[in-house]
Nanobody, 125 residues
Framework: QVQLVESGGGSVQAGGSLKLSCVASGYTGSNGCMAWFRQEPGKEREGVAAIDSDGSINYADSVKGRFTISRDNAKNTVYLQMNSLKPEDTAIYYC????????????????????WGQGTQVTVS
């Protein structure tokens, strides 16, 4: 059974940085599309960044140039380096695993991901 566990969230001042990690178990690390999503209270979950098994990467426009996604298949881990954080980045951040053949338009859509972590809170003030 696939399990995803996020860590690295916290509180930071605007302009600061945080690095999120997500460790996957019960899963072969080199396959599948791994992504980060975020959700604010009362709002829909939105895609932040995704990295496919071939290393191709997609970002939401709102985080381009500030966030960097990476993965270490040997450690079954995906990371999200967040720099120049803004108050509007405040949300619960979720790690997700989807199939490895997702087309680009689907890689930031929650509907296409079947495995989710429990989430980690990021607060920017």
């Amino acid at each position: 059974q696939v399990q995803l566990v996020e860590s690295g969230g916290g509180s930071v001042q605007a302009g600061g940085s945080l690095k999120l990690s997500c460790v996957a178990s019960g899963y072969t690390g080199s396959n599948g599309c791994m992504a980060w999503f975020r959700q604010e209270p009362g709002k829909e979950r939105e895609g932040v960044a995704a990295i496919d098994s071939d290393g191709s990467i997609n970002y939401a426009d709102s985080v381009k140039g500030r966030f960097t996604i990476s993965r270490d298949n040997a450690k079954n881990t995906v990371y999200l380096q967040m720099n120049s954080l803004k108050p509007e980045d405040t949300a619960i951040y979720y790690c997700a695993l989807g199939p490895g053949d997702l087309t680009v338009p689907r890689r930031l859509r929650p509907l296409y991901f079947s495995h989710w972590g429990q989430g980690t809170q990021v607060t920017v003030s």
